[in-house]
């Protein structure tokens, strides 16, 4: 099945939102503070461990649904690449800002 460009656009962003899932779920279910775009100011302030396991699985239900829509399958290589990139990227991003 060829894709079409507007599907490896989902698929980017299904790896970010993914991606940014992670730190806010592991950290909620965790019981600590972590910032969200809650936050005051956002971003930079705290938000409580119950917000920030809402926020990850916001992020997890977008990403999950991104996936669907750019219908990435095993079988396709390149979408494969394109999310595996876009995670790398908001990780790397990520750690720089939580520095």
């Known amino acids: 099945m060829k894709l079409k460009w507007y599907h490896y656009v989902a698929i980017f962003f299904a790896g970010v ?3 940014n899932a992670i730190p806010h779920f592991i950290h909620g279910i965790s019981g600590q503070q972590f910032p969200t775009p809650f936050a005051n100011p956002p971003g930079k302030g705290m938000s409580s ?6 926020w990850g699985l916001a992020n997890m239900l977008v990403g999950y649904l991104l996936l669907r829509v750019g219908k990435l399958t095993s079988k396709n ?11 790398i990227c908001v ?6 800002t939580f520095q």
Do not use: E, M, R
């Not at 990780?91 to 720089?96: G, K, N, P, Q, T």
């Open 91 to 96: 990780s790397v991003a990520l750690s720089i």
């Open 77 to 87: 290589k390149l979408g494969l690449v394109v999310f595996f990139v876009a995670v």
């Open 17 to 19: 939102f993914l991606a």
């Open 49 to 54: 461990a119950t917000l920030n396991v809402i």
